[in-house]
């Protein structure tokens, strides 16, 4: 069955690895995932954000992921991604999912509590964990170019913030962007150390897609417990399907074309779960 996020991220932070959570857009992905957690043994997370519930609605993608948790042997969660509004981390909690995110690093520190807040206040009740954001991870989510002055999470701020929302989880800015790198990321690895010294709880890492594997490393080894993937995904989808497609170009069976795509991402995360140190922990 479907199981929170909770227990698993405080058992990576234990145990020093991390736990890889991966964005899913169809059925095929869903599926390729939990197969790729099952081959290695290990916990994973399922995620969707707002753009991608606006393709499909939250009963859709949960009933996929619960099909799949059910016959999996191994734990598996389902997330909010970047959850933009009170409103829908309440739909997602209402729907079924067993982890939500609230996503209110856009609005001044004070608000973004005040929203952080509010939501761990309305979830924790029915045991669901929650995970904030504290600085802006650049680059493109969904449709929207984030942008900002200031995108660096800072200690001091990090420490009150988690203190004053009793938030589960908090993904920090150190330098990481969704979507396409242009060039090698820049990644604060000493000011994560400075915000794994202020605060206890996991800490999450967005916008690894591109990251170097040293990189991603030496962030799980100073603090970080989830590791998020998306546009990665995406690609190794679309280029399993093209592939499939430039050698059958006459094909009209979806099934055919999306099996490949789906055995493309399998491959893709099976290597992600073994940088992450989470093989052999579910």
């Known amino acids: ?19 890889g959570a991966f964005n899913v857009e169809n059925m095929e992905m869903v599926q390729a995932v939990v197969a790729a957690a099952e081959q290695l043994r290990a916990p994973v997370i399922l995620q969707t954000t ?17 099909v799949a948790a059910n016959n999996a042997r191994v734990p598996v969660v389902m997330h909010l991604d970047h959850g933009n509004s009170f409103d829908l981390a309440m739909q997602a909690l209402r729907t079924g999912y067993t982890s939500i995110m609230i996503d209110g690093s856009k609005l001044p520190f004070e608000q973004n509590v005040a929203l952080s807040k509010a939501v761990a206040d309305a979830c924790h ?23 900002g002055d200031s995108p660096y999470t800072d200690p ?32 604060d690895v000493q000011r994560l150390q400075e915000i794994r010294r202020s605060v206890s709880i996991p800490l999450v890492l967005h916008g690894t897609s591109g990251v170097p594997d040293a990189t991603v490393r030496a962030c799980i080894e100073h603090g970080i417990c989830k590791v998020n993937y998306a546009t990665d995904l995406r690609v190794a989808f679309s280029r399993g399907v093209k592939d499939y497609l430039a050698d ?4 009209y069976d979806p099934k055919k074309y999306n099996a490949q795509g789906r055995e493309a991402v399998k491959r893709y995360v099976v290597n992600r779960i073994r940088l992450c140190g989470s093989d052999g922990k579910g």
């Open 1 to 19: 069955m479907l199981t929170t996020s909770r227990e698993l991220l405080l058992d990576a932070q234990k145990n020093h690895y991390a736990v």
């Open 50 to 66: 707002p753009g991608t519930l606006q393709y499909a609605g939250m009963d859709y993608f949960l009933a996929n992921a619960a």
């Open 125 to 147: 009740p029915s045991d669901i964990p929650v995970e904030a954001e504290l600085g802006k991870v650049g680059g493109k989510e969904d449709d929207l170019v984030v942008t």
């Open 156 to 187: 001091d701020e990090a420490a009150q913030f988690v203190r004053e929302t009793g938030v589960d989880s908090l993904a920090v800015g150190i330098g990481t962007a969704h979507g396409f790198y242009q060039g090698e990321p820049c990644v």
């Open 248 to 251: 059958v170009p006459d094909a």
